[in-house]
C-alpha cells in the first residue's frame, strides 16, 4: 500500500511517498480503506520532531496522522459493530501511534463509529480530533449547562468552530475570538458575540464567563482568567493552565486545567448523530491530494486557516 512515511523529523521536504505492508486487523480492529485524513496542529509538530515524534519514532516506518474517514476492507477477530463496505471514521491511537497517512488503517473499533450518510469522507475526517477535543472538553471536562456564558479562543480556527456548534447546542451564550475576516463566518455558527483579538483586549471587553475554552497557551490562558466569574472553569488545550496559571486560578476560586483529547467510539458516535442531524458541520477549507501532504501541513502551520485542512487518498 502507499504510505507517507518520515524519513527524519524536521521540514516537510522529510515526506517521502513510499510502498509498505498493508497492515493485519488484530484483534477487535478493523482495516480501513482510507478515503480521506485530516491533517492537524499536532501532526505538523510531530513531523518537526516534538510532540508525538518520540513514541512514534520507535514504531517501525515514521507514519503520521491520526484522522481517518474510509471504509471497513476487513474484520478482525471479534469484531461484530462493523462489517466490510461500512463506512467509518475516527480518531485513531490517539495519543499514541495512528499511523493514518496512509491507504490503509488497522483501527481499535472501540476508536471508530459509522460515517453519516449524509457527509462526506472529507467532512467526516475534518470531525474527528478537532470535534472530540471541542465535544471532551465543553462536555465531560466543563460540564457544560444551558444559559453558560461560553468563551471560546481562535473560534473560527479547527477545534474553535466544532466548540462554538457545540456550544450552542447545549445552549450556551458563546462568545469567540477571531480576526475581522472571520467575524461573518463566526456569525453563520450563530456566535452571539464577536472579538476581534487583534484590536481588542479579550481581559478587557469580556466579563463573568462561565467557561474559557483556551487554545494559545500559557500567557493567554493568564489573561484569560480576568474574563471568568467566581466559580467559572477555563480549558487549555495547549498546556496553557501551569502551575503559575492554577495558582492564580485559585485566588479567584477558578478551577484551570489542561487537557489532551482521547480516542473514543462513544464520543463519535454522539458527534456522528449531530452530524447525521445537521446540528453540526464540518468546515473544510483546504482539501489537497495524498501526494501533496507537505502543502496540507503548510496550509497548517500558516494559522490562517477557517475550520479544517484534509487529504484525498483514493
Do not use: C
Not at 183 to 188: K, P
Request: charged share 25%.
Amino acid at each position: 500500500m502507499k504510505a507517507m512515511i518520515l524519513t527524519a523529523p524536521g521540514d516537510v521536504e522529510n515526506f517521502q511517498l513510499a510502498e509498505i505492508d498493508t497492515p493485519k486487523p488484530q484483534k477487535n480492529e478493523v482495516l480501513v480503506k482510507v478515503k480521506a485524513i485530516s491533517v492537524n496542529p499536532v501532526d505538523t509538530k510531530t513531523r518537526a520532531g516534538e510532540a508525538f515524534y518520540g513514541q512514534l519514532k520507535d514504531d517501525g516506518p515514521v507514519i503520521v496522522g491520526w484522522d481517518i474517514s474510509g471504509e471497513v476492507a476487513e474484520v478482525g477477530e471479534g469484531v461484530t459493530e462493523f462489517k466490510p463496505g461500512d463506512g467509518v471514521f475516527g480518531m485513531v491511537n490517539f495519543p499514541g501511534s495512528g499511523k493514518a497517512y496512509a491507504e490503509y488503517v488497522a483501527a481499535p473499533v472501540a476508536h471508530l463509529a459509522h460515517k453519516p450518510a449524509n457527509i462526506s469522507h472529507e467532512e467526516a475526517a475534518a470531525a474527528t480530533l478537532a470535534a472530540l477535543t471541542a465535544w471532551q472538553v465543553l462536555v465531560h471536562e466543563a460540564k457544560i449547562q444551558s444559559g453558560q456564558r461560553v468563551l471560546i479562543h481562535a473560534a473560527a480556527g479547527g477545534v474553535g468552530h466544532f466548540a462554538v456548534q457545540i456550544a450552542k447546542h447545549f445552549g450556551a451564550y458563546v462568545i469567540g475570538t477571531a480576526s475581522v475576516e472571520n467575524h461573518d463566518f463566526l456569525r453563520s455558527l450563530d456566535v452571539d458575540e464577536t472579538i476581534d483579538y487583534k484590536r481588542q483586549k479579550v481581559e478587557e471587553v469580556v466579563k463573568n464567563v462561565d467557561i474559557v475554552l483556551d487554545s494559545l497557551g500559557v500567557e493567554n490562558t493568564l489573561k484569560s482568567l480576568k474574563t471568568l466569574r467566581s466559580g467559572g472553569k477555563i480549558v487549555s488545550i495547549l498546556g496553557g493552565a501551569n502551575d503559575t496559571v492554577q495558582e492564580e486560578a485559585s485566588k479567584h476560586h477558578i478551577e484551570a486545567k489542561n487537557y489532551l483529547v482521547h480516542s473514543s467510539a462513544e464520543d463519535m458516535t454522539q458527534l456522528a448523530d449531530l452530524l447525521q442531524r445537521g446540528i453540526i458541520r464540518a468546515h473544510v477549507a483546504f482539501t489537497f491530494p495524498f501526494e501533496d501532504m507537505a502543502k496540507a501541513h503548510q496550509q497548517v502551520e500558516s494559522h490562517k486557516t477557517r475550520g479544517k485542512v484534509t487529504v484525498l487518498v483514493q
